[in-house]
């Protein structure tokens, strides 16, 4: 275990008072409890987000290397060389997630820390130690492993080679799952394919913003095609080398709400609707792409070769859903690619990322998801919130905002239940603050604060909270 005697937060939970009761707050109430006993509890993080450390041990170079280092493409002109340094911080963290109470922990392999060149004979035998150990942590402390394939971190040797747009890396995708899930599959049974396929494809490559930079349409459609059939290629390899697997494929998905009660806006979100969230669960799910949208793209429409969709809807164990926030859309001729724009509802209520709250978002998501797609189980396998912390002249963190969120949304899960969908499990995004992508470091999602200057993590509000629901208090 790690080092707890410097950790004021850690053991036993602590009774921490609040500076805001939770009657001042408004909030309303809900207790462990209300769930089924077997309702899994968790939180996320993921490998280049958390683990710094990105030229040690043989690790290779990620696509976010390559981003990170091309001015002009990170907000803070940061990077994630150092990130929460949960390569050497680790116990640390876990302990936090133990502290915590959750029963199980999401993370991500980073690929290039297992091949370094995205392929080979051999793994990178460190890279492999490093997950083994961490995994082992968390066995030991109760957590169980849910272990995402690919959140990302592409290595940069596949870009050189055209990376997601090129079929060959759905094989090199394989080959690396097939390679980790033979060394880690006797204690990890939890796999997730892939993380959030739609921004790999279009925040990769359409709008540019995110790695690898790319800004075509078309090479976009490309990508999101390969993203899925890879899953699907993948499912079958997983199986065979992980006793008792459960395997899935984590989407963000959104409620999609016409901006106004004319006929145009409710097409404008029927074809939102169809790129958004049709266009990964129809396939998925054996119904091949939607036809409105294939038509809509014309000469966008990705290459399916024979055998792709069949791939593509290979049965799975979970359907995960990363929820966020609803999208609002009006019709827009000429926007491209459908006509669509994305508008703010009047006084909404943000986050300080701009993202509507709507807990009743998630309800209406996953309710819809269960009656059009009926999957086996659903988790939620992020939810999280970002907003402007402070850290008191005590060293606290009182993030009133973010356990709001937390507790509504936890609201939610139970009406969802009650709705008769197959939730069965709830992971809150982040264990950490961490580095946002895009944003660096100046968005924080943690229930952790991480001082980035000293790598002090301090438990916020929210995550006593979420400490004394989960200990039943
Ligand atoms: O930080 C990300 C995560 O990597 C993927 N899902 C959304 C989170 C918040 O933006």
């Known amino acids: 275990m790690g080092n707890n005697a410097n950790n004021p937060f850690l053991n036993p939970v602590p009774a921490v008072p609040l500076r805001m009761s939770e009657s001042t707050l408004n909030l309303p ?12 509890w968790g ?45 050497h911080r680790w116990p640390e963290d876990m302990d936090l997630a133990r502290h915590l109470g959750v029963n199980s922990y999401r993370f991500s392999i980073a690929w290039p820390r297992i091949f370094p060149d995205g392929r080979g004979a051999q793994p990178n035998q460190k890279g492999i130690d490093f997950y083994s150990r961490l995994i082992d942590g968390m066995l030991e402390r109760g957590l169980q492993p849910w272990a995402t394939l690919y959140h990302w971190d592409l290595p940069q040797a596949l ?28 204690r990890v049974k939890h796999w997730i394919t892939h993380n959030e ?15 690898p930079g790319v800004r075509d349409f078309k090479t976009s459609m490309q990508v999101c095609h390969h993203l899925l059939v890879s899953h699907g290629l993948a499912v079958p390899v997983v199986r065979s080398n992980v006793p008792n697997a459960k395997v899935g494929i984590t989407l963000s998905l959104h ?31 054996g119904r091949g792409y939607p036809a409105d949208v294939t038509a809509l793209l014309g000469r966008n429409a990705p290459e399916v070769l024979e055998g792709d969709f069949s791939a593509m809807a290979t049965p799975t164990d ?18 491209r690619p459908i006509n669509t724009r994305v508008i703010e509802r009047a006084n909404a209520e943000r986050t300080a990322f701009g993202w509507e709250v709507s807990p009743d978002g998630m309800v209406t998501l996953l309710d819809r998801i269960q009656r059009d797609w009926n999957p086996n189980a659903i988790y939620i396998t992020e939810n999280g919130s970002t907003f402007d912390d402070v850290v008191l002249p005590d060293g606290s963190v009182d993030d009133i905002e973010r356990r709001r969120y937390l507790v509504r949304h936890l609201i939610a899960a139970r009406e969802a239940l009650a709705r008769g969908v ?7 995004w982040s264990l950490l603050d961490n580095f946002e992508w895009a944003e660096g470091y100046v968005r924080r999602f943690g229930l952790t604060y991480v001082d980035y200057a000293t790598q002090k993590r301090t438990l916020k509000a929210s995550g006593h909270w979420y400490a004394r629901f989960l200990h039943g208090r």
């Open 159 to 186: 870009q050189y080679e055209g990376g997601w747009a090129n079929r060959a890396t759905m094989d090199a995708f394989v080959a690396y799952t097939d390679s980790v899930t033979r060394r880690f599959g006797d």
């Open 29 to 40: 109430t809900i207790q462990r409890g209300e769930f089924p006993a077997d309702f899994l």
């Open 422 to 428: 197959a939730l069965k499990g709830y992971f809150a």
């Open 197 to 211: 396929p739609w921004c790999t494809a279009f925040l990769g490559h359409h709008e540019g913003t995110h790695a």
């Open 43 to 87: 939180c996320s993080t993921a490998s280049f987000q958390i683990e710094g450390a990105n030229q040690e041990d043989g690790r290779g170079e990620s696509i976010w290397d390559r981003f990170c280092a091309t001015p002009g493409r990170i907000r803070d002109g940061s990077d994630g060389s150092v990130a929460c340094d949960h390569y």
């Open 318 to 335: 979970f359907l995960g859903v990363n929820y966020y926030f609803p999208e609002v859309v009006t019709d827009a001729p000429g926007v």
């Open 255 to 285: 409620p999609i709400v016409p901006a106004t009660d004319s006929a145009a806006d409710a097409a404008a979100a029927w074809r939102h609707d169809g790129s958004r969230n049709r266009w990964f669960l129809d396939p998925l799910y």
